[in-house]
């Protein structure tokens, strides 16, 4: 794993911008401290940061030449088939100088151009410079493992891995009004936009390609992998063909752990204690002799802890297990760390624990194998199951669906059981009586529209939908682009296609390759091998939820491998006491990045609603206001940080 940036001009790099990009680099060694190097070819300069897996020898180090020296690379990620990959290159007459992933993916480009992209097997976001005809090809890897920033400007081009280490290259900075509405909505800015007007992500399964003049048309932006669901069923639901499936999808797991635990340097697995990790860390079990196993529990807090299951996972597996307890100081200190690792405004609460686990993890092992993906594809959320209900709604859910006058009325936050309840409850009902889309949307979102847009100083105005101002406009066309795969009410697999597109990259996978690259460890998801989630998306979805149960043919195949009570309790997510870090521990924080004389020297927030915030923070009835809180949190130090320091 490892950072790459890069600039490109339409003439040569003065010194100038030569230190910056040694800037751009130094804003990035986190994701790779091994090793840092800065290229200038021509009218390119190319920045690397290295953190060693595979072939850890200095002749590996990036930007990598080929042998001709024609062709430059600079490559974060893993191609777990380059030995494969290898072996048809050397029969092609190619020869290597090292036993690196990276000089065989520049080889297998140099071979096959942009379709050596469907031939790997891997997560990645690299650059190649063609000095031949002076072009840059870049490209982000199927699912958005990966993350790959980029800006076109007057006459140049540049990228990075991070939005911190692309902003030194920057001519100018501005913040994206319609991603910070999103952002407030979300607590996350989803994929093509970012934070700043003039920074864009480049999509998961796409490339870009950039020819020698820069000129508009000189920039080629296309995606080369899509993933659509099957028309009509593939596979008839009966018990022999789900047995069948059973087989292919144990099968296919078993491949995609092993190959992910190739590496030079020591591997272990996340353990959360929840069905996706335990799968995982078993089937790595069985491959990877002393395995070493990690979980994060919290001591100061037992409704959020669920170290037990964990524990009896790896007692049944025999992993050198290693378990992190937290109290609510170690908290509040993580939550401080986590605001100065922020790259982009991102404010998923679980990255606390996430940054503090991987923090903890890196002191032993240098790669992780998580459980990621498994939800979004085989149908693992709260939400999925709501969705499956109110598209099959029994008595019950009906009356749910009345009495959300009730829900509306009761206390809700996240702190406890049956307020808890009461929060999934509203929300549910909620959502039955929207259209699909809508449903989709709020149930994505923390916060609605309206609030969302009560929170900035200059609200988006909707008031006339046959005349939208641009900035309305603007929104309802992202919007659209974001729920685009969601086009059949009554296709369920559809609602999974548009995780797969919103959520996974721009939350679960954002947050994992954030928190665990500012720590230097690398984090693999075998659930996220793209066969394995070209097979779950091919299943019926009676394979996958029922009434009573999500996830269905994924925790029947390892049933009798994993111990018992995993399967006999509610599902968490990986949650934080968010409250009680907010009012006991960062106080002093909220004091400032909340106070009036910010607020208005800032000039983006509307003061009566923050005011608003804080009080409803501090009632007996929060809801989701702590979330918001650390968002709004998140993005005053992110913005005091870039445009005021």
């Given amino acids: 794993m490892c950072g790459i940036s890069g600039y490109i001009k339409n003439e040569a790099l003065s010194n100038k911008e030569q230190d910056l990009l040694w800037q751009s680099v130094k804003q990035i060694k986190h994701r790779g401290p091994d090793a840092q190097q800065v290229e200038i070819i021509n009218n390119v300069g190319l920045a690397h940061a290295r953190l060693s897996i595979i072939d850890t020898s200095a002749q590996?180090?990036?930007p990598f030449y080929s042998d001709d020296k024609q062709f430059v690379i600079v490559f974060n990620g893993e191609i777990y088939n380059y030995q494969e990959l290898k072996d048809d290159l050397l029969l092609k007459g190619y020869s290597f100088r090292t036993n690196s992933d990276t000089e065989v993916l520049l080889s297998m480009y140099m071979e096959y151009g942009k379709e050596c992209l469907n031939k790997l097997d891997g997560f990645f976001a690299f650059a190649v410079f063609n000095k031949n005809d002076n072009s840059l090809f870049l490209a982000r890897d199927r699912f958005g493992i990966k993350p790959l920033f980029y800006s076109i400007q007057k006459n140049s081009f540049t990228f990075s891995s991070e939005l911190q280490g692309i902003m030194p290259l920057l001519s100018s900075k501005n913040i994206d009004r319609i991603s910070l509405f999103i952002y407030l909505q979300l607590n996350y800015i989803p994929a093509p936009n970012t934070i700043l007007q003039e920074v864009k992500k480049l999509l998961p399964g796409h490339y870009i390609y950039v020819k020698n003049t820069l000129t508009p048309n000189d920039i080629e932006i296309e995606q080369y992998y899509s993933l659509d669901v099957p028309k009509g069923k593939t596979i008839v639901t009966n018990a022999a063909n789900y047995k069948h499936a059973q087989q292919i999808l144990k099968d296919l797991l078993h491949q995609s752990v092993k190959k992910r635990l190739i590496a030079d340097v020591p591997v272990g697995a996340f353990l959360s204690g929840g069905i996706d990790s335990s799968i995982i860390a078993t089937i790595a079990s069985k491959y990877h002799k002393n395995l070493q196993t990690f979980s994060v529990g919290y001591s100061d807090n037992p409704f959020f802890d669920e170290t037990s299951y964990a524990e009896l996972v790896a007692n049944k597996i025999g992993s050198q297990h290693h378990t992190l307890k937290l109290s609510t100081a170690d908290l509040t200190t993580g939550a401080k760390e986590v605001l100065d690792a922020i790259d982009e405004p991102f404010a998923d609460s679980s990255e606390i624990a996430v940054y503090l686990l991987t923090k903890f993890t890196?002191?032993?092992?240098?790669?992780?194998?998580?459980g990621d993906g498994a939800d979004e594809i085989f149908s693992g959320y709260h939400k999925h199951?709501?969705?499956?209900?109110?598209?099959?709604?029994?008595?019950?859910?009906?009356?749910?669906?009345?009495?959300?006058?009730?829900?509306?009325?009761?206390?809700?936050?996240?702190?406890?059981?049956?307020?808890?309840?009461?929060?999934?409850?509203?929300?549910?009902?909620?959502?039955?009586?929207?259209?699909?889309?809508?449903?989709?949307?709020?149930?994505?979102?923390?916060?609605?529209?309206?609030?969302?847009?009560?929170l900035i100083k200059e609200p988006i105005r909707f008031n006339n939908p046959q005349r939208l101002t641009d900035d309305a406009h603007e929104y309802k066309k992202r919007k659209s682009f974001l729920l685009k795969p969601l086009t059949k009410e009554n296709d369920f697999s559809r609602v999974l296609l548009t995780d797969l597109h919103l959520i996974l990259p721009n939350d679960m996978l954002t947050k994992v390759d954030m928190m665990s690259m500012a720590n230097s460890l690398e984090v693999r998801v075998p659930f996220l091998q793209h066969r394995i989630v070209e097979f779950a998306f091919s299943l019926p979805t009676a394979f996958k939820i029922n009434r009573n149960i999500k996830k269905k043919i994924l925790q029947d195949t390892f049933r009798d491998e994993l111990p018992e009570e995993l399967y006999n309790r509610p599902k968490k997510g990986f949650e934080v006491p968010l409250n009680t870090i907010l009012t006991e521990g960062l106080k002093d924080y909220l004091d400032i990045y909340f106070s009036k004389e910010f607020i208005v020297k800032q000039n983006i927030f509307n003061p009566q609603a923050i005011q608003y915030l804080i009080e409803k923070l501090n009632s007996p009835n929060p809801e989701d206001t702590p979330a918001t809180v650390w968002a709004i949190l998140i993005f005053n130090f992110w913005w005091k940080k870039n445009f005021q320091e």
């Fill in 362 to 370: 890196r002191k032993k092992i240098t790669v992780a194998l998580s």
């Fill in 60 to 62: 590996a180090n990036q």
């Fill in 385 to 454: 199951k709501a969705e499956y209900l109110v598209r099959n709604p029994g008595l019950q859910d009906k009356f749910i669906q009345w009495g959300y006058p009730i829900w509306k009325a009761l206390p809700k936050s996240r702190n406890g059981k049956w307020n808890n309840l009461n929060r999934q409850l509203y929300k549910f009902s909620l959502g039955m009586h929207l259209p699909h889309k809508e449903r989709y949307w709020r149930w994505a979102s923390i916060q609605p529209e309206e609030f969302a847009n009560y």
